[in-house]
């Protein structure tokens, strides 16, 4: 088994990207806390018209933690992200659920910053 990189707890990880998405002036709230120190994440990023994109903490090739493409890396209606999401906090309720509005779609998944 390869080793992986040691993770931060996520509620630091959500306390940084919310300040990170702050800073550039995008609207980011939480829409579901987590287990504050092993929950998972999720980062919903609005786009508005065009869908919302989902992207949740995986890792690589070496064990660390990168973001991944969620559905299959598609544009999201707002009955197709509810049923996503539904079915991810019935999966994991100490899931994290963070959402945020990029009208533009001027985001890439770097903007996130590090996933953990």
Same mark, same amino acid.
């Given at each position: 088994?390869?080793?992986? +990189?040691?993770?931060?707890? &996520? !509620?630091? *990880? *959500?306390?940084?990207?919310? =300040? !990170? ?12 806390? @987590?287990?504050? #120190?092993? @929950? ?6 609005? !786009?508005?018209?065009?869908? &919302?994109?989902?992207?949740? =903490?995986?890792?690589?090739? $070496? @064990?660390?933690? *990168?973001?991944?493409?969620? $559905?299959?890396? +598609?544009?999201? #209606?707002?009955? @197709? ?5 539904? =079915?991810?906090?019935?999966?994991? /309720? ?9 009208? =533009?779609?001027?985001? &890439?998944?770097?903007?996130?910053? /590090?996933?953990?």
């Amino acid at each position: 088994m390869m080793p992986t +990189a040691p993770r931060l707890v &996520t !509620r630091l *990880v *959500v306390q940084a990207l919310m =300040r !990170r998405l702050a800073v550039a002036d995008h609207p980011v709230a939480v829409l579901h806390r @987590g287990d504050p #120190d092993a @929950g998972d994440l999720l980062v919903a990023i609005d !786009r508005f018209a065009a869908g &919302t994109l989902l992207f949740g =903490r995986g890792r690589d090739g $070496a @064990g660390n933690l *990168v973001w991944q493409s969620e $559905a299959g890396g +598609a544009l999201l #209606d707002a009955p @197709g992200l509810a049923n996503h999401l539904a =079915r991810a906090l019935k999966r994991d /309720p100490d899931l994290w659920i963070v959402a945020l509005e990029d009208p =533009r779609g001027r985001l &890439t998944v770097a903007d996130l910053g /590090p996933a953990g």
